[in-house]
């Protein structure tokens, strides 16, 4: 019988025996992206473990991408009617806010709309969260955009079962500078809500009472909790980020970290004392508590990051060229850049550098040149397109390792076809 | 027996099943336009049972819609048998049956209507509900096999069934349809396997040895790299013990995998006891029926095609599953063999060789619920586009079809195997390199 060890030996010799040959034929060749692809300028990015779903949203439409990054399966629902800017997987539906005024949830698996959660006076929704409980779900608006004079951000409460709404708190109430964001972040049966104008107001979650506010002169964007730090971290348009004392409900201090406005804060998913910031400066910053030192600072050539997601000790970052660039963060000192994936209306393509392969559902998504820059035509570009479009590609970028429908996804299970033969 | 039918599949036809109507020499696509009054006149003349009658009718309607609406004539049904596969097309596999079933309610008046036409004129039947028989018949395929056969079954409980149950039996005929439908497209991965081999034989085969020389090499070179092997015999017996091991793992029975998705479906459910009953007894049926191969000398050369089902029912029934969408699968590709089994036998001039027919049939409805139809349905679904995809059918498909992409395949396997052939000389050297080291380093 053969031990686990050896098992393990066949798959990395067949996965780099596999490797090795497809790189050998079409060392010649060179896979590119057509020019002109109409990507689409990232706006969130969410990953649902469970199904291993990278689910992502644009600046450009209001359609909501669901790519399966296990069997390169793609979705996608239109229910808004503008860009969403936040998703959550919850309970077998997908919450989205939108710039439409809206929290909607949809049934992940039918992607039918199932509840709406709106009313006359609510504007653009960028944010919203789902109460520790799972039965509230808090939205945050900027309400001045439907009533000028009114409130200029409000949260609500809705009840998740019945869809009504059970409260409405004022969570700034003028607006002083013409920007506007926000955050809502729970803690110990309170409610956080930072928004512009330097609001930063605490409720009481159940009542809705205002516990305290500070007014600063930052325009707060996004938060983020280190609860083990006892901290609050809200960042702000000129790219510093407030530090607020959990147990005295102050603000300590702040630090500088970004040129610009810092659009997105994620821990680390295994380790909670490291944070990473992307700002509108096209650069992320890695920091480590205590001290909030400064690790590692990743340089990503665009403009506007304006999400962050880990799936598998990998960073993904969308930005508003169209891009979802993927950095290996096994090792915090040395990020390493591995590919992208590109995302258009109807289809997408991932590629990993230092690999000939890429993995599309639309194959007219890709040329193939004979290097130096000859375009190879015909059936030869068919046939040498498809040797190329492997979901090993997709798989090998973001690091799956699952087991897929029953069977076991050693890497041999995704070759290529020079290798057909296997199969008989 | 007319010669016209050399073999036959997993369809027995009307015309076959009312034998004085092909005495007329006429052929077989003309011979069709039976009409339901014919056949139920037919059935009462020769004292066929309602099930029987009920039968005939439905293969009426079968080979009727199939000719009409797919311009099929019998003799290619009864040559390439009900899974019809479009190469020159968009490589469409339909299963004829399951495509019948979905037009069921176009023929299923008419087919009411024979029948109280029927009653009216033969009082045996009257009072008999034809809807839970009908849904009898199509959930455990009767109508693919010879009519002669169905006379043994007891239908009087049928006739009293309640509606609840009639709803049940409605379930399992839709999931029986899915998954057969979904046992055609299985074939069709299988058939495109075939001809992919067979057209690409002599260029594979060799790729085949050299891949293997090249990764038991690997192996070895991988054992060379093992600090714990100093000399050559000590990699030559780790090597060894290591080919023994993978060659008898190969042959190992492998439990079944569980897919954590079907947790749920995988609550204890009688359905799937009744199944896994069925999966045994269909196996048992098709074995006994082609015992012939084991027992002459020239089994395999005269019984060609039962040997050929035996294999095939062997390697569909030896895979070990636990869910419900692998097991219905399961079991609608041992009906069809078993299907095939029959109908040669019966053209044959064999006798059956069944220990308890009755037991292979569902007649007693298990609670299914809608929801297992679903989930079913999605798995069956998911699991067949990863099987295509393993199998690299869609590829496959288009080096079979379009000459220049095969020849661009065939040259780049060509070119695969210089280069496996130049690897193997690479791992030999190195691997001596590797062990001359380390007898200097003893030394």
């Not at chain 1, 920091?287 to 999400?307: A, E, H, Q, R, Y």
């Not at chain 2, 696509?29 to 014919?38: D, G, K, R, W």
């Not at chain 2, 099930?51 to 293969?59: E, F, N, V």
Request: hydrophobic share 40%; aromatic share 10%; net charge neutral.
């Amino acid at each position: 019988m053969l031990t686990r060890q050896d098992k393990d030996r066949q798959t990395t010799i067949m996965a780099s025996y596999l490797r090795e040959s497809f790189d050998h034929l079409t060392r010649d060749y060179v896979y590119k992206l057509k020019a002109g692809y109409p990507a689409l300028g990232i706006r969130y990015l969410h990953y649902y473990e469970r199904d291993h779903t990278l689910l992502a949203s644009n600046i450009t439409n209001a359609r909501v991408h669901l790519l399966n990054i296990s069997t390169g399966n793609f979705r996608s629902f239109l229910n808004h009617s503008a860009t969403v800017r936040k998703i959550r997987v919850f309970n077998g539906e997908i919450y989205t806010s939108s710039w439409d005024g809206s929290v909607r949830a949809t049934n992940y698996h039918t992607l039918q709309e199932k509840m709406r959660l709106t009313e006359r006076s609510m504007g653009r929704c960028p944010f919203f969260n789902i109460s520790p409980d799972g039965r509230y779900l808090y939205s945050f608006t900027y309400d001045s955009d439907v009533i000028p004079l009114g409130v200029a951000n409000s949260v609500r409460k809705w009840d998740l079962r019945t869809g009504k709404l059970q409260m409405i708190v004022a969570a700034s109430t003028e607006q002083k500078s013409y920007r506007k964001s926000g955050s809502i972040i729970f803690y110990e049966n309170r409610l956080y809500v930072s928004c512009n104008s330097g609001f930063f107001r605490i409720f009481d979650l159940n009542s809705g009472r205002l516990i305290k506010e500070m007014s600063t002169s930052a325009d707060f964007r996004s938060m983020t909790a280190m609860f083990h730090h006892q901290y609050l971290l809200a960042s702000d348009w000129d790219g510093y980020i407030h530090f607020l004392n959990l147990k005295t409900n102050r603000f300590d201090h702040m630090v500088k970290c970004h040129n610009t406005d810092i659009l997105c804060m994620r821990l680390h998913p295994r380790n909670p004392d490291i944070i990473f910031t992307s700002s509108s400066d096209g650069v992320i910053k890695v920091w480590k508590m205590p001290g909030f030192i400064l690790l590692n600072t990743i340089l990503v050539d665009s403009s506007d990051l304006w999400s962050m997601v880990f799936i598998n000790d990998h960073l993904l970052t969308g930005n508003i060229d169209g891009e979802i660039r993927v950095y290996d963060i096994n090792d915090l000192s040395n990020i390493r850049y591995k590919g992208r994936i590109v995302l258009s209306d109807r289809s997408f393509v991932a590629q990993a550098t230092g690999s000939r392969m890429f993995y599309t559902n639309d194959i007219s998504a890709m040329e193939v040149y004979k290097e130096p820059d000859a375009v190879v035509s015909g059936k030869e570009s068919e046939y040498l397109l498809d040797q190329g479009n492997n979901l090993m590609a997709l798989r090998e970028l973001l690091g799956v390792e699952d087991t897929l429908n029953g069977l076991p996804s050693g890497k041999h299970h995704f070759m290529p076809l020079l290798a057909a033969s296997f199969k008989q | 027996m007319k010669s016209a039918f050399p073999a036959i599949g997993d369809y027995y036809p009307l015309c076959y099943d009312i034998g004085p109507y092909q005495d007329n020499g006429s052929d077989f696509a003309t011979t069709l336009n039976f009409s339901a009054e014919e056949l139920t006149r037919w059935a009462g003349r020769n004292h066929l049972t309602e099930l029987q009658t009920l039968a005939l009718l439905t293969k009426n309607a079968f080979e009727g819609h199939l000719c009409h609406l797919n311009g099929l004539s019998v003799k290619k049904l009864v040559e390439n048998g009900t899974i019809h596969i479009d190469f020159d097309g968009d490589n469409a596999c339909t299963e004829l049956a399951c495509e019948f079933f979905n037009h069921l309610p176009l023929y299923q008046e008419g087919i009411e209507l024979a029948w109280k036409q029927m009653v009216a004129d033969d009082p045996r039947f009257a009072g008999t509900d034809i809807q839970p028989m009908l849904f009898f018949i199509l959930t455990n395929q009767l109508f693919r096999l010879p009519v002669a056969y169905l006379e043994a079954f007891d239908t009087q409980r049928l006739n009293t069934m309640p509606a609840s149950q009639v709803n049940q039996l409605r379930i399992q005929f839709i999931l029986h349809s899915t998954a057969m439908s979904h046992a055609a497209q299985r074939s069709f991965i299988e058939q495109v396997n075939d001809q992919y081999a067979e057209k690409f034989r002599e260029t594979i085969s060799r790729l085949y040895a050299k891949e293997t020389v090249l990764l038991q090499l690997c192996t070895k070179l991988d054992f060379a790299h093992d600090p714990s092997v100093k000399t050559e015999s000590e990699l030559e017996k780790k090597y060894f013990e290591f080919l023994i091991a993978s060659s008898v793992s190969k042959h190992e029975r492998k439990e079944p995998v569980l897919n954590p998705e079907l947790k749920e479906q995988e609550e204890a459910h009688d359905f799937k006891e009744l199944l896994k009953v069925q999966i045994r007894k269909l196996y048992k049926a098709i074995s006994k029926n082609c015992s012939e191969i084991h027992c002459q000398l020239e089994g395999n050369k005269r019984f060609r095609q039962l040997n050929e089902y035996f294999i095939a029912a062997s390697a569909v029934y030896n895979a070990l599953y636990s869910d419900l969408s692998s097991l219905m699968l399961q079991h609608s590709r041992l009906m069809l063999l078993l299907a095939k089994v029959i109908n040669n036998r019966k053209i044959n001039h064999l006798p059956l060789q069944f220990v308890d027919f009755t037991g292979l049939i569902q007649s007693q409805p298990v609670e299914l619920r809608e929801d297992d139809l679903i989930t079913c349905r999605n798995v069956l679904q998911k699991n067949l586009d990863m099987q295509r995809l393993f199998n690299l059918t869609d590829y496959k498909v288009k080096y079979l079809k379009d000459e220049e992409m095969s020849a661009i395949h065939n040259e780049f396997l060509l070119r695969q195997i210089d280069y496996i052939e130049k690897r193997i000389i690479e791992v030999m050297v190195e691997i001596k390199l590797i062990m001359q080291n380390k007898a200097g380093e003893i030394a």
